[in-house]
């Protein structure tokens, strides 16, 4: 097969109306056309099909796909891979009409659009081969895909085991804590009514006033945590509240569109999109306020380094991230809860438990969904329950958790070039179809340019024929 400006060829598409009344609305298509989406983003998603052979000869569908009937000197499926090319999708997209929220592939575009063509034999070839190539590849990825599963699902076994305290057996086996969760859970409650106590003292005292009597029986007891269903905690450990292990659990603000015209953004506003399920934040979109803004309107819902943020509105739920230390201050949006950990809790047990599937299942039961839309509660967050260890076995659960993790990531990373290699190596082998050179030429093949020049006189053809008058159907785009 030469070039394809040469004996390689082309076709145009044309309108033509081959079938009788449809109902508006609807689309009709036979076995063996090709259904293309037209509409974003289904288009730039690749969706299109080969109808199959169909029983009752005909079929109706969404008026939101282009048919496209191939010849019989044109196999549909060269029509199908070749529309399936990411080049022609991009030069779809960049002839779309319509407005921005619903954009399509005109007809007029796509009746005007040239394809090539390669004599019928070697069409036959040409296809034969690039599914044998299209099919080990997909094979690859299906296999890439798996591990890639297998990665997450290990990634929330392991999860599970630091929480549950079998991650750390052996370091308790050899060490013995100087404080057990037990007892640091008593000091943390026993600090966390010292400081209620000692604030409530200083209001009376700005205000002038003595104590009432009893005044301490007002102290709020922090919520207790539910246990029912959650498994057994290892020896030294204890179940606790959210509202037991942080200082508060909040959410955030989000400020009007117009309350920081003319002001110099410097503070870093977060929204979900920041948040990710692997612990950090992903700051490609960034977000500013200003400095007034966040002290004033927002100041409620600042957030600091080494505070926990996790989403309370999905789908989906289970984001979590940990605030760095990149800036020193920071805002969030009110589909956010913060979470902020005492002193005696490491902020990245936090934030590793939350990613848990314990928490998330626990989590998932009392969550609220309202049209698409999923809601937690801060109440839920409060009483969230919290396996507590002692702060040694914390920080030996995080160093040994990392190290796991970090060789989670680096295969994670290595799958996922992978992947987009196969992506890239798919549109190569496609490219290279359509250009003539995934297979040898037979020069007993009929020349492309005899090929098309019978496509040009069957459609004369046709066009002296007198069509009846009758109302008006669909286009059906004839290829």
């Keep these: 097969m030469s070039a394809v400006t040469e004996e390689f060829g082309g076709i145009s598409v044309e309108a033509r109306r081959p079938l009788g009344e449809v109902q508006k609305g609807y689309t009709a298509f036979l076995g063996g056309d090709v259904l293309f989406a037209k509409i974003t983003p289904c288009m730039e998603n690749g969706k299109l099909a080969v109808v199959p052979r169909l029983q009752d000869h005909i079929a109706y569908g969404s008026t939101e796909f282009h048919v496209l009937r191939a010849r019989d000197t044109v196999q549909p499926r060269w029509l199908a891979y070749f529309l399936s090319q990411s080049a022609f999708r991009r030069l779809a997209r960049q002839n779309m009409t319509g407005s921005a929220g619903q954009l399509r592939v005109a007809t007029t575009w796509l009746s005007g659009t040239t394809i090539p063509v390669a004599p019928a034999t070697e069409q036959t070839r040409i296809i034969t081969k690039l599914e044998e190539l299209l099919s080990d590849l997909d094979a690859g990825v299906a296999e890439l895909k798996t591990a890639q599963k297998k990665l997450k699902q290990y990634r929330q076994s392991l999860l599970k085991a630091a929480v549950e305290g079998a991650l750390t057996a052996e370091w308790r086996a050899r060490n013995k804590p100087a404080e057990t969760g037990v007892q640091l859970l008593d000091r943390i409650l026993s600090e966390r009514r010292a400081r209620w106590e000692a604030k409530q003292l200083n209001k009376f005292k700005e205000q002038g006033k003595t104590p009432p009597k009893d005044w301490q029986k007002k102290y709020p007891e922090p919520v207790q945590p539910d246990t029912t269903d959650l498994p057994e905690l290892p020896e030294g450990w204890v179940w606790a509240s959210g ?11 989000t400020p009007p569109k117009d309350l920081d015209s003319g002001e110099e953004k410097s503070v870093p506003f977060l929204r979900v999109t920041n948040l990710t399920d692997q612990g950090e934040l992903d700051l490609t979109d960034e977000v500013f306020v200003s400095l007034k803004t966040h002290q004033s309107f927002l100041a409620r819902s600042a957030v600091y380094p080494n505070d926990v943020l996790m989403n309370i509105v999905g789908p989906p739920l289970g984001q979590v ?159």
């Design 243 to 253: 509202e037991h292990l942080c200082e508060f659990i909040t959410k955030g603000t």
């Design 321 to 479: 991230s940990v605030v760095p230390s990149t800036f020193n201050e920071w805002n969030i949006n009110q589909a956010i809860a913060i979470f902020r950990a005492v002193e005696g809790v490491l902020p990245w047990f936090i934030c590793r438990y939350l990613l848990s599937p314990v928490a998330q299942r626990w989590l998932k039961v009392r969550s609220k969904t309202t049209a698409g839309q999923t809601n937690l509660t801060l109440e839920v967050c409060r009483g969230l329950p919290f396996p507590l260890p002692p702060q040694d076995e914390q920080q030996a659960l995080l160093v040994n958790l990392e190290m796991a993790m970090s060789s989670i990531v680096s295969q994670g990373r290595a799958i996922g070039l992978a992947l987009k290699q196969s992506t890239a190596q798919r549109q190569n082998i496609l490219r290279a179809a359509f250009a003539g050179q995934l297979v040898p030429q037979d020069p007993n093949d009929e020349p492309a340019s005899v090929l098309l020049e019978r496509i040009r006189a069957e459609r004369a053809a046709k066009a002296s024929v007198k069509k009846p008058r009758g109302r008006k159907t669909k286009d059906t785009t004839d290829a």
